[in-house]
């Protein structure tokens, strides 16, 4: 039996799924344009990340999790990307209008979220 609540929520859901296949799908292109990343070894990252002890840090925690999960990092190499600066005062990235899209994202009728300015 099919009620109003079904077509009701029938609209909603074909809305919501393309809503969230177009964010999906910006959020891809987007995530590729601010990583211009390359794949490396674990080598090739530490020597990468070894000016930051945060950086270097947080690879080894990574590495770590991810051997204890069976991932072997040479069969399947990370991506090493830019690590763009951010700017608090103005809660934007500086010079990374691709890394800025990702801040926020396009919200369903009726539940966007107003700027505060």
Known sequence: MTGRGDTWNRGHNDALDETV????????????????????????IRDAVRG???????????ASHLAANGVTL????????????????????????GADALLAREY???????EIT
């Open 52 to 62: 930051s002890a945060a950086a270097a840090d947080a690879f080894e925690r990574l």
């Open 74 to 97: 040479n069969a399947d190499p990370l991506t090493l990307g830019v690590a763009p600066a951010f700017d608090p005062a103005r809660e934007r990235f500086v010079d990374s209008p």
């Open 21 to 44: 296949s177009r964010n999906s799908q910006k959020y891809t292109e987007e995530h590729y344009a601010v990583n211009h990343g390359r794949r490396g070894s674990p080598a090739q």
């Open 108 to 114: 369903c009728r009726g539940f966007e979220v107003r």
